[in-house]
């Protein structure tokens, strides 16, 4: 059987016109590998550069993972990029008790003062 997680996330890249629309079934493998809700990477996605739409050119940076006034960091490639993010968020946050979204925010954009935190449950909240 297929999962149906994967035809949520595919349905809002395309609705979106994202270009993570191939990654769908990665990013709820990713999601997994990392114990994570499978819509927080796409959530973020949207919140960070709509879907990857308005990321730093080259750097396939979706998520604003590492991007600062002393510059962007920047990866590979899509699948690695989510890795890491995945991977950061598991071992910086959720393990080291950043479990709800304004507890994410205030480590992941500080500056933010709840609209971050906001816009990122609206975005989950599309994909249920």
Same mark, same amino acid.
């Given at each position: ?51 990857? &739409?308005?990321?730093? +050119? ?10 600062? #006034?002393? $510059?962007?960091?920047? @990866? /590979? ?18 393990? &080291?008790?950043?479990? +709800? ?10 500056? #933010?003062? $709840?609209?971050?935190? @906001? /816009? ?9």
């Amino acid at each position: 059987a297929s999962d149906a997680r994967i035809e949520i996330v595919r349905q809002y890249l395309e609705q979106y016109n994202s270009p993570l629309l191939p990654f769908a079934a990665d990013l709820v493998a990713t999601s997994d590998r990392y114990g994570l809700d499978f819509r927080l990477l796409v959530a973020i996605a949207q919140q960070e550069s709509n879907l990857c &739409k308005k990321a730093p +050119t080259g750097t396939y940076n979706c998520w604003g993972w590492g991007i600062h #006034s002393k $510059g962007t960091l920047g @990866f /590979g490639n899509y699948l690695e990029a989510m890795d890491t993010v995945g991977k950061g968020l598991r071992e910086d946050y959720f393990d &080291k008790g950043y479990v +709800t979204l304004p507890q994410i925010m205030s480590k992941y954009t500080p500056n #933010s003062l $709840g609209s971050w935190a @906001f /816009g990122v449950e609206q975005f989950l909240a599309e994909m249920e």
